[in-house]
């Protein structure tokens, strides 16, 4: 079955940077779309970015210019590069595939 694993999150100041992970099994990952998804406190499901199998890339405004997903087909990954970090960014960060089904998560928390 499909199995997600994030990892990389950890607290850091406005400003900083922070590399997540997301390690796949269970499906023929290159074949896939994967999407990076994130949850503030208090609030909804908020997409964040998707690369598509091809490679091509897409991101919300609110981290347009800021953050940079890739995959790596051989180790069956998907990164999300966080830089610029806001407070606003806080959130638990999920990878997930198209049925929607996520990782456990993986906490950022941007503070001074």
């Known amino acids: 079955q499909v199995q997600l694993v994030e990892s990389g999150g950890g607290s850091v100041q406005p400003g900083g940077s922070l590399r997540l992970s997301c390690a796949a099994s269970g499906f023929t990952f290159r074949n896939y779309h994967m999407t990076w998804v994130r949850q503030a406190p208090g609030k909804g499901l908020e997409w964040v970015s998707t690369?598509?199998?091809?490679?091509?890339?897409s991101y919300a405004d609110s981290v347009k210019g800021r953050f940079t997903i890739s995959r790596d087909n051989a180790k069956s990954t998907v990164y999300l590069q966080m830089n610029s970090l806001k407070p606003e960014d806080t959130a638990v960060y999920y990878c997930?595939?198209?049925?929607?089904?996520r990782g456990q998560g993986t906490q950022v928390t941007v503070s001074s």
């Open positions: 997930a595939v198209p049925s929607g089904v």
């Open positions: 690369i598509k199998s091809v490679g091509t890339t």
